[in-house]
Each structure stands twice: as structure tokens, then as C-alpha cells.
């Protein structure tokens, strides 16, 4: 990443901070955000089994996205900085491997 122009690695951490943000709202979206109670603002644990359909359905697509958010930042982080780490260290170890 030190070698890629500015625009790039700006580039880069902005997704990597979209990424969290997506992760952070899921997660509170589906622990604290959808309560019945405005003012009560703890975890829902035995409460849940009190909702409506769709309220749970709710929860259910937050919660979806947030694993969507945590694949996806896995891969990207993957692909861009563990993949590249890898490879410049272990380039001859890898090369035997698949050869």
C-alpha cells in the first residue's frame, strides 16, 4: 500500500471506514435500535420473543447486512493487504507450493 498514489490509499480507507460504519449501524440496529420503548435502550435478549412479525423481519434483513458488511470487508481486507503481505514474504515457499 506505501507505493500506491494518495488518491488510491484514500480511496482505500475509505471503504475500509464505509465497511465499519456499515458493521457498526447493523449491529446497533439490530441489538439496541429496533426496542419498543424510545427511552429504554438496552439489549432486546428475552424481549425479542415479544415482537411482531415485522419487527423481527426487520432485525432479520439488519442482521443480514451486517454479515453482507463483515464477508465483504474480510475479502477486501484479504485482497488488498493480507494477500499482497503473503506473497512478497513467501513468494519462493508459495511458487514450490503450487508447482
Given at each position: 500500500?506505501?507505493?500506491?498514489?494518495?488518491?488510491?490509499?484514500?480511496?482505500?480507507?475509505?471503504?475500509?471506514?464505509?465497511?465499519?460504519?456499515?458493521?457498526?449501524?447493523?449491529?446497533?440496529?439490530?441489538?439496541?435500535?429496533?426496542?419498543?420503548?424510545?427511552?429504554?435502550?438496552k439489549?432486546?435478549?428475552g424481549?425479542?420473543?415479544?415482537?411482531?412479525?415485522?419487527?423481527?423481519?426487520?432485525?432479520?434483513?439488519?442482521?443480514?447486512?451486517?454479515?453482507?458488511?463483515?464477508?465483504?470487508?474480510?475479502?477486501?481486507?484479504?485482497?488488498?493487504?493480507?494477500?499482497?503481505?503473503?506473497?512478497?514474504?513467501n513468494?519462493?515457499?508459495?511458487?514450490r507450493?503450487?508447482?
Amino acid at each position: 500500500m506505501k507505493n500506491l498514489p494518495v488518491g488510491f490509499r484514500i480511496l482505500h480507507w475509505v471503504i475500509i471506514v464505509n465497511f465499519l460504519m456499515q458493521i457498526g449501524y447493523g449491529g446497533y440496529m439490530v441489538f439496541f435500535g429496533l426496542s419498543d420503548d424510545d427511552e429504554d435502550k438496552k439489549p432486546l435478549f428475552g424481549r425479542a420473543n415479544e415482537f411482531d412479525f415485522e419487527t423481527m423481519m426487520t432485525r432479520r434483513m439488519y442482521a443480514s447486512e451486517t454479515w453482507i458488511a463483515i464477508s465483504g470487508l474480510s475479502c477486501y481486507l484479504g485482497a488488498t493487504e493480507i494477500l499482497p503481505r503473503l506473497l512478497k514474504s513467501n513468494t519462493r515457499g508459495i511458487l514450490r507450493m503450487l508447482f
